[in-house]
């Protein structure tokens, strides 16, 4: 299995409080996504990244940043968490730029703000 | 932009018995990588499958095989054979080969495996 952690595994916070989730790697790729379940919505994507410093929005962005200081690391933050930002999170990771032909995920993050 | 679409949420079958799970999407690009991904209830997201638009041959593994129509823009997943261990939510994803390589994916089936 790829080396992925998400940490951490679960968090129960407030409305109004800023969480950071962090998504490390040690693989090496270069691709590292952020992504959002929730029922009947399947996978959603946040945030990505290709690189160190280099991020791009996905489809659900508002209200998350993120950051990529090092190859290894991608943090996604919510600034000030909102019930409607309960889900359960993911990070990914891709082992080619040119084919992406797989996609490699952590075990995910239960946040419940409440 | 494009979309994927799970039209069952929900299905059920008995052990031994074969399933098959639909999807539809929808693109304007010619080549890409159609998924088929199991996440489990213990949360993992599992790769079952994978399909390469330019690539007519159906890919296989195992029990699980997928009927692929390109114009019809359709890519179906077949459990042959259905185990207990398949109890899952299926997920339904694509990505293109062009640009920003964003996965998308379908709301998701979830299979019950009865004994």
């Known amino acids: 299995d790829a080396g992925i952690t998400q940490s951490p595994r679960h968090k129960v916070t407030e409305t109004g409080t800023p969480v950071t989730l962090r998504c490390h790697q040690t693989?090496?790729?270069?691709?590292m996504y952020w992504y959002r379940q929730d029922p009947g919505h399947g996978l959603r994507l946040i945030h990505y990244s290709y690189g160190v410093k280099d991020t791009d929005k996905g489809e659900v962005s508002d209200g998350y940043s993120v950051s990529r200081s090092k190859t290894e690391d991608f943090l996604l933050t919510l600034e000030s968490a909102t019930s409607s930002q309960t889900s359960v999170y993911f990070c990914?990771?891709?082992?080619?730029?040119?084919?992406?032909?797989?996609?490699?995920f952590g075990s995910g993050t239960q946040l419940s703000v409440l | 932009a494009q979309t994927v679409t799970q039209s069952q949420p929900e299905m059920s079958v008995q052990e031994a018995e074969t399933v098959t799970l639909s999807c539809t999407y929808d693109?304007?690009?010619?080549?890409?990588?159609l998924f088929w991904y199991k996440q489990p209830p213990s949360r993992q997201m599992i790769l079952v499958i994978r399909?390469?638009?330019?690539?007519?041959q159906n890919a296989t593994e195992n029990r699980f095989s997928v009927n692929f129509q390109k114009a019809a823009k359709s890519f179906s997943l077949k459990i042959s054979d259905s185990q207990l261990g398949d109890t899952a939510m299926y997920f339904c994803a694509f990505v293109g080969r062009q640009g920003a390589q964003k996965l998308v994916f379908g709301q998701g089936t979830r299979l019950t495996i009865n004994p």
């Open positions: 693989e090496n790729h270069r691709y």
């Open positions: 693109t304007s690009e010619s080549n890409y990588y």
């Open positions: 399909q390469e638009a330019y690539k007519q």
């Open positions: 990914a990771i891709s082992e080619s730029t040119a084919t992406n032909e797989k996609l490699f």
